[in-house]
């Protein structure tokens, strides 16, 4: 699953890093819950929660059906 979730996130990637942002995978529980922490300008973005519940989890969710819920920590 950790494959997958790569490679989910490499297609969300290009959109964070034109805002001067970026997403690093750093887990996932066996809960399907992945913990991501934005970098760059996404990690103090105001926009960051929707960024990262209506881009990063939905796409993560579409591709990784085993994905339950994305949060970011620090």
């Known amino acids: 699953m950790r494959e997958q979730i790569e490679a989910a996130l490499n297609k969300v990637r290009p959109m964070l890093q034109r805002d001067g942002g970026d997403v690093e995978f750093v887990d996932v529980t066996e809960g399907g ?3 991501v922490r934005l970098k760059g300008a996404c990690g103090g973005c105001p926009m960051a929660t929707m960024t990262l519940k209506n881009g990063i989890e939905k ?4 591709q990784v059906p085993e994905v339950t819920q994305v949060i970011a920590i620090q």
């Open 59 to 62: 796409i993560l969710k579409e």
């Open 33 to 35: 819950v992945v913990q």
